[in-house]
Every structure is written in structure tokens, then in C-alpha cells.
């Protein structure tokens, strides 16, 4: 099997673009749309729909992909284990939140790329949060992702905690609870909120932990960023229960601890034998996390 066409299918379905792959592997768009019919007719199954509406994986193109991506990576460990230097190359793809800032992620993440330049490091954010980015590596679309879901959502898969951080009011300075030094969730049941959308580790870890507790929010605003729910907060919108390590102060709101124990796990999620450069990018995390 000629891994040069491995690569083309591999990327039209990262992609789900002939024209975007083709920049990605460098080769014009014609050639890729060559080599992956050819490997299509070496396979006898076809892997992409291809229609005016653009590239879909077909049902065979979804349970022949993942076996591709293990042939490349294997290519790719066996170049690096003839290398005389050891130096990790390859192709690395990342799975991540939208919001990202207030973590230490970007720090480590150039570390890495300065410290192994022969690594193509692809970074892919995604507006679905944990459940779409668990999705991406069960696929194979990605080799790690950051993740925000309890160990238990991920069956079959490796989950690297980095840390554990505790939930946190967010309210508006003029709100009548704002000078409290902590508040219980019973006290906070009624009022409005601004989250994420479900499907965010965030929104579901919180839901989960106030359904035990009887309690049903009223979320009036969902935003897939983060960092601009204490900017909807200040404006009186509603208020806000977040993990403390993903919180990004601004002016015109408060962080006020919860009296409850809820806590929010940032982790990185792999297959259980990762690439060579995805295993030393999680050693970096997990070092700097310690």
C-alpha cells in the first residue's frame, strides 16, 4: 500500500476537503483526488462521497480510517527509530477548548514546538466542547485532546488528569450576594444563568452535581467561549457557576466560593498507545501541571 495515498485519504478526511488537503500535503489538488481513488480501487471499498455539497466519510471510509491512521503511525515510529538523533517528527493533532487562556496550555504547547521542530503540530478548536473532542480522538481525527468530562465518559480511551479545580460563583459587583465569602447553591437556585451549551465538560460536570441536589437552572444565555461569560455576567444578564482554573476575571464581577465541594477535573484524553510525539506532549503536560 503506498503510504503517500494513506496520507492523501487521511487528510481529505481531516479535511473533508479535497482542495484543503492538497495544501496540507503539499501535492495538487488532482494528484490527491488521484491517489485516494487509487487506493479506493486497491481496497475496493470507497471512502468518500463526493457530491456539490461537498466530501462525506462513507460508512466503510469510517471503519477503514482508523486502520490508515495506525499504517501511518507506525510509518512515522519507524522513521524515528532509524534516526540516529531520536528526534521526534511526525504529524501531531490537538484537540482544544475555545477558551484556553487562563491555562497554562498555550506555555506548553510552544515549549514543545520550539523543543521539536521536525513535529507538524496541528491545533484544532472545536465549538462542541468535551463530547465533540472525545468524538475526534475515538475517530482518530486527532491524536490527544484536552477534556473536561469525568474519567468514567471516556471507556476505552487514556485519560491524563492534569488538575482538579473547584466551582466558583460568578456574579455582578451589585449583585446582593457579592460581598458574601462563600454561597450555597439552594441560595443561588432561582436565579438566572450564563453558561456554556451542553456538550461542554463545564455545563455538564455542574448540571450533573446540582440535578443530585434537586436543582434545575435557568440558563438564559449560552455562549461557547468561556472567557466572555463573566463579560455577560456584568452586564446583569444572570450569573454564573465556573471551575475556578477557567475563570478570567474582568471588571464588574466577583468570584464568591461555593460552600458546597464541587469540583471540575482538566484533563487530556489519548488512545491507550499514543503516537511517540503525542506520548511526549503529554509528559510536558503532565509535568507542568504537577
Known amino acids: 500500500m503506498d503510504t503517500r495515498q494513506v496520507e492523501y485519504a487521511i487528510a481529505v478526511a481531516d479535511e473533508l476537503s479535497f482542495t484543503r488537503a492538497a495544501q496540507r500535503v503539499y501535492a495538487g489538488q488532482s494528484t490527491v483526488s488521484a491517489g485516494v481513488r487509487a487506493l479506493e480501487k486497491e481496497l ?57 487562556s487562563s491555562m497554562a496550555v498555550p506555555r506548553v504547547i510552544g515549549a514543545f514546538h520550539r523543543a521539536n521542530p ?23 481525527r486527532v491524536d ?38 462563600e454561597i450555597e447553591v439552594a441560595e443561588i437556585a432561582a436565579e438566572h444563568f450564563v453558561d456554556t451549551p451542553v456538550g461542554f465538560g463545564n455545563r455538564d460536570v455542574l448540571d450533573s452535581a446540582l440535578a443530585a441536589r434537586g436543582i434545575v437552572r435557568d440558563i438564559r444565555a449560552e455562549v461557547t467561549e468561556t472567557s466572555a ?22 471588571d464588574g ?24 510525539p503525542a506520548a511526549a506532549l503529554i509528559e510536558e503536560f503532565l509535568a507542568a501541571y504537577r
Request: net charge neutral; aromatic share 4%; hydrophobic share 45%.
Open 253 to 276: 464581577v466577583v468570584s464568591v466560593a461555593l460552600a458546597e465541594q464541587i469540583d471540575w477535573d482538566l484533563s487530556i484524553i489519548s488512545p491507550r498507545s499514543p503516537s511517540a
Open 144 to 181: 490527544l485532546s484536552l477534556f473536561g468530562l469525568p474519567a468514567s465518559a471516556a471507556p476505552g480511551l487514556a485519560v491524563h488528569r492534569l488538575a482538579t479545580t473547584p466551582y466558583r460563583v460568578i456574579l455582578s459587583e451589585d449583585h446582593p450576594l457579592a460581598q458574601r465569602t
Open 44 to 100: 475496493g471499498a470507497a471512502l468518500f462521497e463526493r457530491d456539490q455539497r461537498g466530501v462525506r466519510i462513507t460508512p466503510a471510509g469510517e471503519a477503514i480510517l482508523p486502520v490508515l491512521r495506525e499504517l501511518a503511525d507506525a510509518e512515522a515510529r519507524a522513521r524515528a527509530a532509524a534516526d540516529p538523533r531520536g528526534e521526534l517528527r511526525g504529524l501531531l493533532r490537538m484537540g482544544m477548548f475555545t477558551s484556553i
Open 229 to 250: 461569560i463573566p463579560v455577560f455576567v456584568a452586564t446583569g444578564l444572570g450569573i454564573a457557576v465556573l471551575p475556578e482554573l477557567i475563570f478570567t476575571p474582568v
Open 118 to 140: 521536525l513535529v507538524e503540530l496541528r491545533l484544532r478548536g472545536t465549538s462542541g466542547g468535551s463530547g465533540e473532542l472525545l468524538e475526534s480522538v475515538r475517530r482518530g
